[in-house]
């Protein structure tokens, strides 16, 4: 279940980080509070499910296996991010170069 877990979770982040709120107690553990996941779930999934992931796996430590996954995580986040706004402005530069109408 966690590898169902794990292949999910690069796909849709959201909905993986839901279920993890729902059936367990995990996040609870790692944060202590309810705002960082919950911020985290607007902004970063990728990123707090990977810091869970970090806490749990070293005890509540870093090691360095969590500073990966973690770092990971959020450049995986990040250039997600990235990549969606300027696909959408290079497709539109794109249609308004050959003349097609946009709509």
Same mark, same amino acid.
Request: charged share 15%; hydrophobic share 50%; aromatic share 12%.
């Given at each position: 279940?966690?590898?169902?877990?794990?292949?999910?979770?690069?796909?849709?982040?959201? =909905?993986?980080? +839901? !279920?993890?709120?729902? $059936?367990?107690?995990?996040?609870?553990? @790692? %944060?202590?509070?309810? =705002?960082?996941? +919950? !911020?985290?779930?607007? $902004?970063?999934?990728?990123?707090?499910? @990977? %810091?869970?992931?970090?806490?749990?796996?070293?005890?509540?430590?870093?090691?360095?296996?969590?500073?990966?996954?973690?770092?990971?995580?959020?450049?995986?986040?990040?250039?997600?991010?990235?990549?969606?706004?300027?696909?959408?402005?290079?497709?539109?530069?794109?249609?308004?170069?050959?003349?097609?109408?946009?709509?």
């Amino acid at each position: 279940m966690p590898c169902l877990l794990g292949c999910l979770a690069i796909s849709m982040p959201r =909905l993986v980080l +839901l !279920l993890v709120w729902l $059936f367990s107690d995990y996040l609870e553990t @790692a %944060y202590r509070t309810k =705002l960082w996941p +919950l !911020l985290g779930f607007v $902004f970063l999934p990728l990123t707090t499910l @990977a %810091y869970a992931f970090a806490m749990h796996f070293g005890h509540f430590a870093w090691t360095p296996i969590g500073v990966a996954a973690v770092v990971t995580a959020f450049l995986v986040d990040v250039g997600l991010i990235r990549k969606g706004s300027s696909g959408r402005r290079g497709r539109a530069r794109e249609i308004t170069v050959r003349g097609e109408k946009v709509g």
